[in-house]
């Protein structure tokens, strides 16, 4: 999959581009990552991507014209299937929209700074859709590009070791993940449910599922409200 992210910080990007699973996607060629800087389409001295916003009020708006030269470049040199402007009042990003990208294979991560962009640049169609990794401010939209490209690498064949990790995930059915174990099998008083080591593999399937249904029914209500659960599933959910 390939990620082409238009920001004024380019260098945010290489450390965690380095490390861990993406680091070797990275390296492998099944992810790439590139970062256009915006400042390189501006036509003064200072290279200035910011104004004072018309109407009065605190802060800067990102100016249209570099943000529109940037982003023709990108889809006249990257042909990427879609552009995204990262911003506190776009499309929520769940994992549902992390499949629906992977799927284009291409994607154009747009950083907003200061009090946001101009709105020409979305009226005028510039960007595809408006994305939001929550409900909450962050200084721009490198942090979001980071979350939104790392999610996605993980959907690609062969960047997680073992794909059923991908399948067992959180939110990958809609659910969140049950509860993990690991040696030793008591820690300070603390056993490991005697199910996972029976070796009744579909006795763990079951149980498994019915964590992931408890914790999601009291941690997540709103997911529980949107699933379509099977007669098994109602059965697992009674005491």
Partial sequence: MRFVVVTIFPEFFPSPLAVGLLGKAVESGLVQVETVQLRDFTHDRHQTVDDTSFGGGPGMVMRVEPLVDALEHVRASHKVARTVLLSPRGRRFDQACAREYAGHGSICLVCGRYEGVDERLIEGGFVDEELSIGDYVLNGGEVAALAVIE?????????????????????????????????????????????????????????????????????????????????????????
Avoid at 180 to 205: C, K, M, Q, W
């Fill in 151 to 239: 999610c996605c690498s993980r959907l690609v064949p062969g960047v997680v070791g073992k794909e059923e990790s991908v399948v067992q995930d959180s939110f990958f059915d809609g659910l969140l993940d049950h509860p993990h174990y690991t040696r030793p099998r008591e820690f300070r008083g603390l056993a490991v449910p005697e199910v996972l080591l029976s070796g009744n593999h579909a006795e763990i399937d079951r149980w498994r599922r019915r964590q992931s249904l408890l914790a999601t029914a009291a941690r997540r209500p709103d997911l529980m409200a949107r699933l379509t659960l099977s007669e098994d599933d109602l059965r697992l959910l009674q005491p």
